[in-house]
């Protein structure tokens, strides 16, 4: 089965000897982008604490949220992290003068995350009672996305898979875009019309197959996970058509193992 897309990062390693790095990663650099895409692991085990981080093609977007921007030493995502962990996350509320430097990325404080996953957590894998009813569901995410990692999203793919067979395909799909950051905007074509689809869908019947992502110059059709597109050889690059379902899937592989994979099961 296809495993998760290596990262680039060896390619833009520094070679030996240089010593002009401003068009390359030095060693500590590579080291440092290795872990973002990896994510979080507990110091002692190595469990890994999420089910992974932003992956290759986001990086573009990663300025101003995991490293400042010049001349603003502000990091968005400290921002985000400390409003729900002052606030939301913990049963136990921590001190007004709580900060990053306080928060320990071990087992011991993802258990304490743990108590509130019921009430914070749409992953139940079991959508039979939906499904029953007549409803379709169109989940997407950016594969660009610098903020939430697609491998969440696939995780609940896979759970929905093993949960519930074949049953899936019938009520729902999975779009991953690739170069669309968070929501929307990115290096790739990232407008998508997934309402009408899915009024097609609820209205008439008509089960969604590829939908296509288009900026003010370039369309791609993107097929439902784990399907990609791939060009025709010989087409105009820019346009949809000149695109076809590729034989081997992005991502068929089991996510990677980690502290939460369980809440991914039916409750």
Same mark, same amino acid.
């Given at each position: 089965?296809?495993? &998760? ?8 390693a ?20 290795r ?22 093609? *986001? ?9 400042p921007?010049?001349? =603003?030493?502000?990091?968005? *995502?400290e ?12 049963e ?13 990325? @071990?087992?011991?404080?993802f258990?304490?995350?743990r108590?509130r996953?019921?009430?914070? @957590? ?7 009672a939906?499904?029953g &009813? ?25 759970? %929905? ?6 049953a ?5 799909? %999975?779009y %991953? ?8 905007? +990115? ?6 019309? %997934?309402?009408?689809?899915v009024?097609?869908w609820?209205? &008439? +019947? ?8 288009? @900026? ?14 791939r060009? =025709?050889?010989?087409? =105009?690059?820019?346009?949809?058509a000149?695109?076809? &379902? ?5 991502? *068929? ?5 980690w502290?939460?994979?369980?809440f991914?099961?039916? *409750?």
């Open positions: 089965m296809p495993t &998760r897309p290596t990262a680039p990062v060896g390619l833009l520094a070679a030996a000897g240089v010593t002009d790095t401003s068009a390359c990663l030095t060693a500590a650099e590579v080291a440092t982008v872990k973002l895409y990896e994510g979080p692991r507990d110091p002692d085990t190595g469990a890994r604490l999420t089910v992974g981080g932003p992956q290759p093609g *986001s990086e573009l977007g990663w300025a101003g949220v995991f490293v921007k010049a001349g =603003d030493p502000g990091i968005f *995502s921002v985000i992290a400390m409003g729900a962990l002052k606030n939301l996350v913990f136990e509320t921590p001190p007004a003068s709580f900060t990053l430097a306080d928060l320990r990325f @071990d087992t011991a404080t258990e304490r995350l108590v996953h019921p009430l914070f @957590d749409a992953t139940n894998p079991d959508l039979s939906f499904a &009813r007549g409803g379709k569901l169109l989940l997407w995410h950016g594969w660009a996305d610098e903020h939430i990692t697609p491998l969440g999203t696939i995780a609940y793919q896979q759970a %929905l898979e093993r949960t519930m067979g074949e899936v395909g019938g009520f729902k799909r %999975l %991953l875009v690739p170069g669309m950051a968070h929501c929307h905007g +990115g290096e790739g074509p990232n407008r998508i019309d %997934l309402l009408t689809r009024m097609a609820v209205e &008439r +019947g008509e089960a969604p197959d590829a939908v296509i992502a288009a @900026d003010p110059t370039r369309a791609r059709p993107v097929f439902p996970y784990p399907a990609i597109a060009h =025709d050889g010989t087409g =105009d690059p820019d346009l949809a000149s695109y076809v &379902r590729g034989e081997d899937p992005l991502l *068929s592989a089991p996510v990677p193992d502290l939460g994979a369980n991914f099961e039916p *409750s």
